[in-house]
């Protein structure tokens, strides 16, 4: 495990506004203790994992709060068993709820000075054991989200997490560079990456407990941690804000990854309880953008290309592609170029 110093802590500037945006400014990300409160987050591990155990991602008979994965069933964002499994989660008011609990949009309130949208596309992140080749690799968030630099990622494990359970590093000072680095096929979540070697400077990350809250803009560079346990399932909180007259892009009002499977806010709605938070972005006169599909483009391009040189990620995000939607343009593509290589179509990889 490469050197971790740890994040400074800033709950001694809580209530200083001048204060975090200085600290923000200088180190690019923000790091509070117990920001949010751990018996909220209990209940929502409960109820998350309990869902996904009846997906079948844990052991049967298990205690759902324990998180005992059954590796068997391991998948990662861009499978469609993952999605189909998170797409459950994610239909949990208490999650979608967590992503407006006051103590965040009010301390993301104080470093924008403004005020503050919480993204509709909520995310979880559900990292399995034992399956590093799929850790979220180096990049910076604005590829992914778009919409503006002063986007803020609030990232919070739900449970403990400790640093071999994969928590989140991030380069202090990267979001000075003040433009979107260039981005490079990789598997994990995204599937881009930022070249190491066009890096320097320590990274820093901490022992997570519950309630810790990391908040970082869109060009801080960042990375998962692997998960390295022997069967813990990794759970966090991954969501964004911005202010609301600042540009959103136009797929962060739509339900996390449904472009792999069109989930609609209807179909998330459906059990709630209540109608709160149902659209409530449509309450503002948002400034819509279109999103830029440049970024993912060309990973897509250099995936094909690496493909052809016998690159094994490569080849398997190839499959991947080809499994989610043979039909698209895509996967068309994806299988030309792995027939060409008389490369067999079907998803193995470890």
């Known amino acids: 495990m490469e050197e971790l110093k740890e994040l400074r802590v800033s709950n001694d500037a809580m209530n200083d506004p001048e204060e975090l945006r200085a600290r923000m400014s200088e180190a690019g990300y923000l790091f509070f203790k117990k920001l949010q409160n751990p018996d909220k987050l209990w209940a929502l591990r409960r109820e998350m994992l309990t869902t996904m155990q009846e997906g079948g991602w844990l052991v049967a008979g298990t205690d759902p709060i324990d998180g005992i994965a059954d590796i068997s069933t391991q998948c990662t964002e861009g499978d469609p068993e993952y999605t189909d499994v998170y797409h459950e989660v994610y239909k949990l008011e208490a999650f979608h709820r967590s992503g407006h609990w006051s103590e965040v949009v009010d301390m993301v309130e104080k470093i924008i000075g403004r005020e503050v949208l919480p993204h509709p596309q909520k ?76 890096l320097s400077g320590e990274w820093h990350s901490t022992n997570y407990e519950i309630g810790d809250t990391l908040i970082f803009p869109a060009l801080t560079i960042h990375k998962a941690l692997p998960n390295l346990t022997e069967d813990r399932l990794r759970v966090s909180l991954d969501n964004r804000y911005q202010a609301v007259d600042d540009p959103i892009a136009e797929h962060m009002l739509e339900p996390h990854l449904n472009i792999f499977n069109s989930l609609q806010w209807d179909d998330v709605y459906r059990n709630w309880e209540s109608d709160e938070l149902k659209y409530y972005w449509k309450d503002y006169d948002l400034n819509v953008i279109p999103r830029d599909f440049s970024y993912g483009n060309k990973g897509f391009e250099e995936a094909l290309e690496l493909a052809k040189d016998g690159d094994d990620r490569a080849v398997y995000q190839l499959n991947r592609i080809i499994k989610r939607d043979p039909t698209t343009e895509m996967a068309e593509r994806a299988t030309a170029v792995l027939q060409e290589m008389n490369i067999e179509t079907s998803v193995n990889h470890t």
Request: contains cysteine; negative net charge; aromatic residues 12%.
């Open 123 to 198: 995310i979880a992140r559900l990292w399995y054991p034992k399956y590093t080749a799929h850790t979220t690799p180096i990049h910076q968030d604005f590829v992914h989200f778009q919409g503006n630099f002063q986007t803020y990622t609030c990232w919070a494990p739900v449970g403990d997490c400790p640093i071999e359970l994969g928590g989140l590093a991030v380069l202090p000072g990267s979001h000075k560079v003040n433009q979107v680095m260039e981005h490079h096929f990789s598997l994990g979540a995204g599937g881009l990456c930022v070249n190491t070697d066009e």
